[in-house]
């Protein structure tokens, strides 16, 4: 089988390791092409895996998140030449750039089977009401010409009913898959780890873990942080990431007189290695997917308190393996932060909890979905194909019409 995977860049972030998990499982069953825009900022792994892949890998030049109507319009005509040569079986396109225009071209280009997986959306959090009603409508035209809807939580999956980009039986639920074996077995020195990070081998550590974007919420931790030293001194904030943000949010901490206890480490590679140092993870977002960093919290077995936005809820077991709160809530959110720098016992009860129940979000068994799909459509593919070559052999009635 002939399976496109396209994505506008393989940057930072968690489409990036979906799409590399599924390149990586499938290729040695079957022919897969991964279809990229320029990749800027890929994380180690990524890069690894981008030149490994490289003879499996077509870029796009002009395929970039931003919008502008030129070098889209050349990027479709470009994902159209490829999917003319190229005669995919399934044609499964990832966020929402590259989501749009490779359904559109996959369907010009008389493509296969077309999949798409939002990896969330842009119905809010992200842009002003009147753009998000537009990118509403522009799902709903999108959704019309694509065979399955793929998205990954529950939550995902009403909202797009909701908005009514698509009926129940045409989106599919699949759980985002993370390595879990690479958070459950991290041998490390944590002391040593510690001064490298400038944390201190005395304290408490909470952090967050995420693109320094307005989505992410970042400065609701920050104003969280000097109300939780408020009341807990033997505390530091690790703020692992970068993003259009930090800069301000630096500043905030200066204003705020606690520079000393919030702690900017930018893009690390050693995610592992820091989620077990923490004790709490914290994830303020206004509007989230997933969380992939919740699940991989999870399996370290590190409870998390994180905003109850998109997906979220379906990752993390409000009071169980951790606390959700709203989102925007600088205030709610330090208390639960509070709340659980006060208690070890609760911290490791959802700590052992979170580890029993990130298990379903195996990266293993997201692949085997995944391709349980691909096989699904071009076994009716395949059927159709039967059944119209049947119809075609039929000798032609008296009034010379098929029987």
């Given at each position: 089988m002939r399976i496109a995977q396209v994505v506008t860049r393989m940057d930072w972030g968690g489409p990036p390791d979906i799409i590399r998990t599924i390149c990586k499982s499938l290729a040695s069953s079957h022919n897969v092409k991964l279809i990229t825009g320029p990749t800027a900022f890929p994380s180690l792994r990524t890069s690894n895996f981008l030149d490994e892949f490289r003879d499996g890998l077509i870029t796009v030049p002009h395929l970039k998140r931003d919008i502008n109507l030129f070098q889209d319009f050349l990027a479709l005509a470009e994902l159209y030449r490829i999917f003319k040569r190229e005669k995919f079986?399934?044609?499964?396109?990832?966020?929402?750039?590259?989501?749009?225009?490779?359904?559109?071209?996959?369907?010009?280009?008389?493509?296969?089977?077309?999949?798409?997986?939002?990896?969330?959306?842009?119905?809010?959090g992200y842009f002003g009401r009147a753009a998000s009603r537009l990118l509403v409508v522009l799902e709903r035209l999108?959704?019309?010409?694509?065979?399955?809807?793929?998205?990954?939580?529950?939550?995902?999956?009403?909202?797009?009913?909701?908005?009514?980009?698509?009926?129940?039986?045409?989106?599919?639920?699949?759980?985002?898959?993370?390595?879990?074996?690479?958070?459950?077995?991290?041998?490390?020195?944590?002391?040593k780890k510690r001064d490298e990070l400038r944390a201190g081998r005395d304290t408490s550590l909470v952090g967050m873990i995420g693109r320094l974007e307005p989505v992410k919420g970042p400065e609701y931790l920050v104003k969280a942080a000097r109300l939780v030293l408020d009341e807990c001194r033997r505390v530091k904030f690790l703020v692992v990431g970068e993003g259009s943000l930090r800069a301000g949010l630096e500043s905030l901490c200066r204003e705020a007189g606690i520079s000393g206890k919030v702690i900017f480490t930018g893009w690390r590679e050693d995610i592992p290695e820091i989620l077990s140092l923490l004790d709490i993870v914290v994830l303020p977002s206004l509007n989230e997917a997933v969380g992939r960093v919740l699940i991989e919290a999870g399996a370290c077995?590190?409870?998390?308190?994180?905003?109850?936005?998109?997906?979220?809820?379906?990752?993390?077991?409000?009071?169980?393996?951790?606390?959700?709160?709203?989102p925007g809530d600088a205030v709610s959110l330090s208390r639960a932060v509070v709340d659980l720098l006060g208690d070890t016992e609760k911290r490791v009860r959802m700590g052992e909890e979170?580890?029993?129940?990130?298990?379903?979000?195996?990266?293993?068994?997201?692949?085997?979905?995944?391709?349980?799909?691909?096989?699904?459509?071009?076994?009716?593919?395949?059927?159709?194909?039967?059944?119209?070559?049947?119809?075609?052999?039929?000798?032609?009635g008296k009034d010379g019409c098929r029987e």
């Open positions: 079986d399934v044609v499964h396109t990832h966020t929402a750039k590259a989501g749009f225009l490779g359904r559109i071209a996959a369907r010009l280009a008389g493509a296969g089977k077309i999949v798409h997986t939002p990896h969330g959306h842009n119905f809010y999108a959704a019309r010409i694509t065979d399955r809807i793929i998205v990954l939580t529950e939550s995902e999956k009403r909202d797009m009913i909701d908005c009514k980009v698509a009926g129940a039986s045409h989106i599919l639920v699949i759980d985002s898959g993370v390595d879990i074996e690479a958070y459950t077995e991290v041998d490390i020195d944590a002391g077995g590190k409870p998390v308190v994180a905003a109850g936005v998109g997906g979220i809820p379906d990752i993390v077991r409000d009071g169980r393996t951790g606390m959700l709160v709203p979170a580890r029993r129940w990130v298990r379903r979000f195996s990266s293993d068994r997201m692949v085997r979905k995944f391709s349980g799909v691909y096989e699904g459509l071009a076994a009716e593919d395949r059927t159709s194909g039967i059944m119209l070559h049947k119809r075609a052999l039929q000798p032609a």
